[in-house]
């Protein structure tokens, strides 16, 4: 069901009238059967029954209510997070192994952070919104994941300076562990670096 403005001209005036009308199929057609004419709307709209008429149809339906008290309480959204791509991601961060070989890594430095959150949220940045560290300590308070409230500015360049030093270690240790993924007699390896 639905309203129709349906539009006459009489006597060199032009009125519009509010009907509603309700569709059908019959014998593979679409049909149309007005239901009732609720009357002119310039007076329906100036004496306010329009509103009634909306609110009154409004109380029967349960996603109308549900709007209705949000608007008239004041209640709204004042930050939202996304997880989507943290969980998705995650999932492929853990499946790598990448927690366990950065937790390697780390084990003779005394973070006083998870440097192994701090490393996804930095790779999830750089997937979903790429950016410098500064952009990424304010991009992560924007995502839903475990253990990312409370990271600042100073541990991205903290980890930042960690993965540097330990890279061609992370590689390598990547490297041996899926080797079993290529032929064993692997002789040159071509690397794309058009993006770094």
Known sequence: ???RT??????????????IVRSYREGGKVRQQVIASAGRRETLVASGELDGLWQSLGRE????RVVEAVRTSGLAA???RQWGPALVFGRLWEKQGLPHLLAELAQDRKFEFPVE???FA???QRLCCPGSD??????VKTVEAPEFDGLALQHFYRSATFLAGVREE???????RDLNLFNRTLDVVFIDTTSI
């Open 1 to 3: 069901m639905f309203v």
């Open 117 to 119: 959150r701090l490393c």
């Open 170 to 176: 992370l590689e390598s240790k990547l490297f041996t």
């Open 6 to 19: 349906k539009r006459s001209d009489r006597n060199g005036s032009s009125y519009e009238y509010l009907q």
């Open 78 to 80: 004042r930050t939202a």
């Open 122 to 124: 930095m790779a999830l």
């Open 61 to 64: 339906s349960e996603k109308l």
């Open 134 to 139: 500064l952009a990424g300590s304010e991009w």
